[in-house]
């Protein structure tokens, strides 16, 4: 049984370059859309079974459209493509419920392992970016020295600060409210003696912490 797939991309050039890396494969193209809002459109309207959508995009980009995936086609798997391997990108896909994060220069048994692992509900493989930041925003204290006066959950918010997510991604990540995770920042920031979200990730990347 095939895969249906909506690829997203505000490029056309690179929708066509998609279609045609994919065509032979055991995947269906449902549908194409061209920035976040029609991504979501589309998504509820053609029901894919897996969303290939670009980071960047003019009018919508594609962290907001998974937010909104997320929360009004949550059955909907989503793999993010990207020109950027960026830690801080990968993160904020992460902690927005993405299912992986693959760069627009992978090969094409790459990316079509990427899309059936996906839609099958399985673990990305081991060549994911994804993989290694995703395992950095899950640890707690391991790998931390006894020297870091913090809780668990302090060091796992920590290292989301260090990857630049935002309160409100930091809570989706952890499953806590954003008034928790801005107790938690500032108790943080007190405990580390630094002033700003800028100075603890310094900080954080001198211990080795992400």
Not at 94 to 109: E, I, Q, W
């Amino acid at each position: 049984m095939s895969i249906s797939l909506l690829i997203v991309d505000d490029h056309a050039v690179v929708r066509t370059g998609l279609k045609s890396l994919l065509r032979g494969a055991d995947i269906q193209i449902v549908g194409e859309a061209s920035d976040g809002k029609e991504a979501v459109v589309q998504t509820l309207d053609k029901k894919p079974d897996v969303v290939l959508m670009d980071i960047r995009m003019e009018n919508e980009d594609g962290l907001k459209a998974l937010e909104n995936i997320r929360e009004q086609a949550p059955e909907t798997r989503v793999v993010m493509l990207s020109t950027y391997d960026n830690p801080t990108y990968i993160a904020r896909t992460v902690a927005l419920g993405a299912d992986d994060y693959v760069l627009k220069g992978s090969s094409r048994m790459d990316l079509i392992d990427s899309i059936r692992r996906a839609a099958q509900g399985r673990p990305i493989s081991e060549k994911s970016p994804m993989g290694q930041v995703r395992d950095s925003m899950a640890k707690r204290r391991e790998g931390v020295g006894e020297d870091v006066p913090l809780t668990n959950r302090e060091t796992q918010v920590l290292r989301h600060v260090a990857l630049g997510l935002s309160n409100k991604e930091i809570g989706k990540s952890l499953k806590i409210s954003v008034e928790t995770v801005k107790e938690h920042v500032q108790n943080i920031l007190r405990k580390i003696n630094a002033t700003d979200r800028t100075q603890a990730a310094v900080w954080a990347v001198k211990k080795n912490m992400v």
